[in-house]
C-alpha cells in the first residue's frame, strides 16, 4: 500500500515536471472566446435566442446580409434582387456555384425547401415568415421569387436574420427540427459541439466570401459571470462576450492586462403591464407607476451607468424614435394615486415579478430598486417575486403575472419589430400584456405597407404617443454592449444589429 | 454470502421505486410547462397541443407514471426535448467525466480524512486533536461553490498555478478516446502532455469537493481509532514492544476500517450531490453540468433519468460496500 502511494506521488509529480506544453495547434490559430449565454438550437428554423442565433451567423449567410458596422443591407448569397412596383414580389438572383460546407449545392430549390420548412416547423422565430409569406416559386436554379401576402417594408431584414437562412434539403428533415452538427454556408463551419460546453468552429472550405481571418473559434459556455470572470482573469479565454457583472467590467476596464469595448445595442428592457389583470386594468394606476419609476437611479445604482434610460419601446438611434414616456415625477404619481382613493394607510398593494438569471444576475437588484422607488410615493406597496425562466414563460403566457420585467432583442433592425410584437392586438399575449387598441392595430399594419421611411416614421410617432397614454409598458433602458479581451486580440466589432462577428477576429 | 447479496439488491429496489416515485410527482407538481419551454412562448395552440400528445402530456398522471416506470426498467430513459437524443446515450457521455472526478475527490477525502483523523486519535487532547475537530465542523460548513470559487481566485487568478475551467485545455484531449476519462485515456494513449493537462486540470475541483468531503471522513477515523486504540488488543500490541506506528496503522487503523468503509460508500451520495455543484463551479463537462443546464430548460426526460442515474449509481455502489464489508467482517452478515 505504502509503495504503491509513494510510486503514486511521485509519478504524479513527474508529470507535473517534466514536459512542456506541445500543442498540436499553434496558440495565434485559435481564439477562444467565453460567454454566460446559451445554445438552445442551431437549427434556423428554431434557434431564437441571442447565442443560438450569433452562432449561426458566423457559420450561416442568408440571401442578404448586412454590413459589418452598419444596418446597411447588401447581397449575401443572392447577386442581386428586384422588387415589384406593388411590393409583393421579390425576385432573386443567386451567385453560381454556391456550395454548403459538406459540398452540397445551394440553389433556389433549397431557399424554397428552407423557407417553406420554417413555416411548416412552426417554431419560436417562425411567424416573421409565415406572417407576410404567401409561396416562394423557383424560376430555374439560380432564381426564385417570393410572393406576401402584403407588401412589407422591413422584408428584406428579415431576409438577413437567421431565420431565413438555407439549409441544406439532403440533411434538414422537412418536418423535424434538425439537432445534429449544422451544415453551414457561411465563413465558418461547426467541427465539434459538446452541448452546454462548448462549440469548435473551423473555416468553411466552401464558403464564396471572404476567408475567416483565425482557423479556429472555440465558444466556451460558462454558467455564470463568475465563473466567466475568473476564467477570464486566469487567461483561459481571449475574449469575453456577454455577460460579465457592471461591476466585474467597470474593474477590468481599469486592468491593463485586458483592452475592452462599449458599443450601442438595440437591446431593450421594460415593465410589462397586463392590462387584464387587476388593478393593472386601470390605465391610471399603470399611468402612476410610470411616473414613480426613475430610470436614472436604475442606470447608476444597478447598472453602474453602463446602459441608457429609454422614454419609449424604439432604441435610441433608430429611426422613428420618440422618447415620449413620462419622466420621473413622484409628486404627479402620488397625485393620481391619491385621487384614486389610496393613502398611507391604505395603499395600493401590487406584486412586481422577474426571472432571477435571465437577464443576466443584476435581475434582483433592478427588481428591488423598482419596488423602492415604487414605495417612495408612501402610497404603494409592492410585493416581489421570482420565477425561473421556463416557469416565468409559463406564466405570463397563462396571464398569471400582472406587472412582470422583460427586455427584448430585435429580430429585424426596423421600428416594426419594437412595435408590432409589443402593441399589436394579434401579438401583444405573447408579450404577456394582452394590450388592444383598434387604432393602434391599423397605424401599425399601415405602416408596414407603406414604403417611404419618413412616411413610416411619423405613423410610428402617432403609435408611441397612443401608447404613452395607454401605458401598457413601462419601457426602462437599452442597453449597451460590452467585449473584454486580451490586448492581442484585433477585428473586435460591436455592431449595432448586434451580430458578434467571430470572422473579423485575429491574433496579433 | 449468496443470500445476503441478494437480500441487498431486494432491499435496493423499493428503495429506486420510491425515488422514482418522488421524482416522477414532485417534476410534474412543479410550475413550469415543458412544452412551452421547449417550443417558446409564441408557439400556436395546436402545435402545444400536438407536441402534448406526442410527449404523452395529455394522457391522466397514472398512465403517464406506469409508462415511466415500464420504460425504465427497459433501461428506456426517454429522450430528451432539447437535442431529441436518448437520454441514457447522454448521460453516458457525461458519465466520465464526473466518475473521474468523483474518483479523484475521493482519493483526496480518503487521503485527509485517515491520516488526520488517525493523528488526531492517537495525540487524543492535543492541539492537533483539537485542530482536527475544528476542521471537520468548519470545512463541513463550507459551501462547495464559495471554496471552489476561493481556489479558484487563489491558484488561478492571483498565482496562475492551475487551470480554473474545463476538463483539459483546447486541443489538448486524448486521442484517441477509450473510456471517457481523460487521465486513464492519456496513459493508454502515451500522451504525456495531454495527462499532464488533464491533471492540471482535475486538481482544483477534486481539491475542492475531497476537502469538503473530508471533513467527515476526519471525524469518523478519529472516533472509530480512538474507540480501537482502548481496545485490549492495542495494550497487548504494545505490551509486547511493537512500534507505535505499526500498532497505530497496522492494528487500530485496520480494525477501525470496517465502519469507516460503511461511511465512505453512503458518502458517495453526498459526493455525486457535491460533485454537481463542483462542476458548475469548474464549468466541468460532467453529469452536474448536464442536469443544471436541463433544468434550465425543463427538459423532463433529463432531469428525471439523471435523478435515476443518481439514484441507481449510488444503490449500486451501496450494495458493493455492504458486500465488500460483509467479506471483510463476516459478522455483518447476520
Known sequence: MRKFLNLAIA???????????????????????????????????????????????????????????????????????????????????????????????????????????????????????????????????????????????????????????????????????????????GPYMVKKWVRGQQIELVRNPYYSGKKAKTPIILVKLYRNANTLYIALLNGEIDVA???????????????????????????????????????????????????AVDRKQIVKDVFNNQVTPLYTLIPKGMWGHKPVMPHHNIKKAEEILKSLGYSKSNPLKITLWYSPSHYGSTEAALALTIKNQLEKTGLVKCQLKSAEWATYVDYWNKGIMGMFLLGWYPDYFDPDDYM????????????????????????????????????????????????????????????KQRVVAKPNIKGLLLDPVQIFRYYLLYKK | MKSYILTRIGLSIPMILIILTIVFFVLRVLPGNPVLAMLGPKAPPSVVKAMEHQMGLDKPILVQYVDYLKNIAKGDFGHSTVTGMPVLKELMQKFPATLELTIFSMAVAVFIGIFYGTIAAYKLGTPIDISARIYSIFVYSFPVFWFGLMLQLIFGVWLHWLPVSGESSPFMTPDPIHTGIYVLDAIINGQWDVLKDSLEHLILPSLTLGIVISSIFVRMVRANVVLTLSQQFVVAARARGVKEKTVLFKHALKNALPPILTIMGLQFALLLGGAVLTEVTFSWPGIGSYLVNRIHSRDFAAIQGTIVFFAIFVAIISILVDVINAWINPRVRY
Open chain 1, 420 to 479: 408590432w410584437p409589443f402593441l399589436a392586438s394579434s401579438a401583444s399575449n405573447g408579450m404577456g400584456s394582452f394590450y388592444s387598441n383598434k387604432k393602434v392595430d391599423e397605424l401599425l399594419l399601415k405602416a408596414r405597407k407603406v414604403v417611404d421611411k419618413k412616411e413610416r416614421a411619423k405613423i410610428y410617432y402617432q403609435v408611441q404617443e397612443i401608447m404613452a397614454k395607454d401605458v401598457p409598458y413601462v419601457p426602462l433602458f437599452q442597453g
Open chain 1, 11 to 185: 509519478f504524479f509529480v513527474l508529470v507535473l515536471l517534466i514536459g512542456g506544453k506541445a500543442l498540436a495547434i499553434s496558440p495565434k490559430n485559435y481564439i477562444i472566446i467565453g460567454t454566460t449565454d446559451k445554445i438552445s438550437s442551431l437549427d434556423p428554423a428554431k434557434g431564437y435566442d441571442y447565442l443560438s442565433c450569433n452562432i449561426l451567423q458566423n457559420i450561416m449567410e442568408g440571401l442578404v446580409k448586412y454590413v459589418p458596422g452598419t444596418t446597411k443591407i447588401v447581397p449575401g448569397l443572392a447577386k442581386s434582387w428586384k422588387i415589384s412596383k406593388d411590393g409583393l414580389v421579390y425576385t432573386f438572383y443567386l451567385k453560381k456555384g454556391l456550395k454548403f460546407s459538406n459540398g452540397d449545392p445551394i440553389n433556389a430549390k433549397v431557399f424554397k425547401f428552407s423557407i417553406d420548412r420554417v413555416i411548416k416547423l412552426k417554431q419560436d422565430p417562425s411567424f416573421l415568415l409565415s406572417d407576410v409569406v404567401k409561396k416562394v416559386e423557383v424560376v430555374n436554379d439560380t432564381e426564385f421569387k417570393i410572393y406576401l401576402k402584403y407588401p412589407f417594408a422591413p422584408f428584406i431584414n428579415i431576409l438577413a436574420f437567421t431565420v431565413s437562412y438555407p439549409v441544406d434539403p439532403k440533411v434538414y428533415s422537412k418536418d423535424k427540427v434538425y439537432n445534429g452538427i449544422p451544415v453551414a454556408s
Open chain 1, 241 to 291: 462576450y456577454r455577460t460579465l457583472l457592471p461591476q466585474q467590467f467597470a474593474k477590468i476596464q481599469k486592468n491593463k492586462h485586458f483592452i475592452s469595448m462599449v458599443g450601442p445595442s438595440p437591446f431593450i428592457r421594460e415593465i410589462v403591464f397586463n392590462v387584464k389583470y387587476k388593478p393593472f386594468n386601470n390605465r391610471k394606476i399603470r399611468e402612476a407607476i410610470a411616473y
